[in-house]
């Protein structure tokens, strides 16, 4: 006797079958994304004015695990960004060493890298939906933005704080942190 009964078969084929469906999912997925201005994430830190910025007296508050969790936005180069309504906040989550959220009309993803108070973000992916003229250009400046981040601080409010330089602008991206909702 195989030592196998039928019962044990038809379980994996069963989960055989739903890898497969979520496989087929995932490339589904991965096709329906686009990417966002990838040479914009190049920047060196080491020939931008921000690599001499003194800070003062803001606290220096920059651990990697300090990143992780879910942020949104309150302000960009210091202006609030504008959304139609409550459920399109701008955010971004960390965690591991991945970066997702919401630009105020795609979602996207991508990858990050924090080492001390420096960041540095790769090229975003974002999915491809067509949003009125005002949010589509407010999400490619956040994300350029994003992408062109160099370091972060979080201060004694807790506002996260990311320094950017890219292209066309150097600024701030301040984040409040997200509470979690409970699960009941």
Known sequence: MSGQ?????????ALAFRLARGLVALALGLVSVGVVRPGLAQTDLA????AQTDLGDRPRVAQAN???GRWRLVSMAGIEPGVPSQDMRLTAEFAGDRLSGFGGCNQFTGRYQATGSQLSVSPLASTQRACEGFLMSQEFRYLTALQGAQRYEIDAQGTLIVFYQNERESGELRFVPVAVRGLW
Do not use: F, I, P, V
């Not at 009964?5 to 084929?13: C, H, I, L, V």
């Not at 020939?47 to 921000?50: E, F």
């Open 47 to 50: 020939q931008t004015d921000l």
């Open 66 to 68: 300090a990143l992780s």
């Open 5 to 13: 009964s039928a019962d044990e078969a038809t379980g994996r084929a």
